[in-house]
C-alpha cells in the first residue's frame, strides 16, 4: 500500500519567516495526486494545495507553493510569510481512488 | 453553502452502547468516506461508498456499518460502542475517485467511549 511519512512531528517558525514541511511519499503507480490539509485548533480540515505527478510545475496558492521532487518521492509544502494564524497541524496525503491516504502530520507553531 | 454536515459535534457513549453519527452533503457528490483520526496516525478510511446504493469496507472497518440511501447522506453507525473507539470522526466527500479529487470534510465529532 501507498505510503505518506512526515517526519516532523513538531515546527517552529518566527512570525513572517518561511517555512518548509517535509512529506514523502512511496508509491508504484504512475499517476496519482498530492495534498496538503490544515487542522486548526478548532478540528476542521480545510484542503490547502494539490499536486498531480504529471505535473510540469510546482503547484502555488497564494502563500502555499508545493516543493514536487518526484525523484525523490517528495512533496514539501513552503508557507511563506508565516502569520500567527498559520499556527495548527498540517497533513500531507496522497489519492488513492477509493481512499485518500494520509501522513501524521506536523504541527505547526508561529511565534510572534 | 453547507458542503459536508455532521452531528453531533461531542458524544458520550458508555461502553456496549450503540450509536449513528449522521453525516449530509449538498454538493452532489458521488463519493463519501469515514475516516477516524487518532494522534499520531493521521486519518484512517473506515468505510466509503461511490454512489447511493453501494458500500465497502476501508481500513478500520470493524466494529462500525454504513449504508448509502441516498446521494446526500452517509450515517456510520458504532454497533456496540468499545473505548478503542474513542476518536475524531470526520466525514468526507468527493465529486469522483480521480487523482485530482480533493476531498471536502464536515467538522468532526469527538466520541469518548467510557
Known amino acids: 500500500a501507498q505510503k505518506i511519512t512526515q517526519t516532523q512531528p513538531g515546527m517552529f517558525v518566527q512570525e513572517k519567516e518561511a517555512v518548509t514541511l517535509d512529506c514523502t511519499y512511496d508509491t508504484s503507480d504512475p499517476s496519482y495526486g498530492l495534498f496538503w490539509y490544515k487542522q486548526p485548533s478548532s478540528g476542521e480540515m480545510i484542503f490547502l494545495i494539490y499536486q498531480g505527478s504529471y505535473d510540469q510545475q510546482n503547484a502555488t496558492e497564494g502563500r502555499y507553493s508545493l516543493n514536487f521532487q518526484k525523484a525523490r518521492k517528495s512533496a514539501n509544502l513552503v508557507i511563506s510569510a508565516s502569520q500567527l494564524g498559520d499556527s495548527a497541524m498540517y497533513f500531507c496525503?496522497?489519492?488513492?481512488?477509493?481512499?485518500?491516504?494520509f501522513g501524521a502530520g506536523t504541527r505547526l507553531t508561529v511565534k510572534p | 453553502n453547507a458542503g459536508v454536515t455532521q452531528t453531533p459535534k461531542f458524544q458520550v457513549l458508555k461502553t456496549g452502547q450503540s450509536m449513528t453519527l449522521q453525516c449530509a452533503q449538498d454538493?452532489?457528490?458521488?463519493?463519501m468516506s469515514w475516516y477516524r483520526q487518532d494522534p499520531g496516525m493521521g486519518l484512517r478510511l473506515i468505510h466509503y461508498s461511490v454512489g447511493a446504493g453501494i458500500t465497502d469496507q476501508g481500513e478500520v472497518p470493524n466494529g462500525y456499518n454504513v449504508s448509502r440511501s441516498t446521494t446526500e447522506d452517509f450515517p456510520l453507525r458504532l454497533l456496540s460502542a468499545a473505548p478503542s473507539q474513542t476518536s475524531v470522526y470526520f466525514c468526507?466527500?468527493?465529486?469522483?475517485?480521480?487523482?485530482?479529487?480533493?476531498?471536502?470534510f464536515g467538522n468532526g465529532t469527538r466520541l469518548t467511549v467510557t
Open positions: 496525503a496522497m489519492r488513492e481512488p477509493l481512499n485518500m491516504r
Open positions: 454538493m452532489n457528490h458521488e463519493y
Open positions: 468526507a466527500s468527493s465529486y469522483g475517485t480521480g487523482n485530482n479529487s480533493p476531498l471536502h
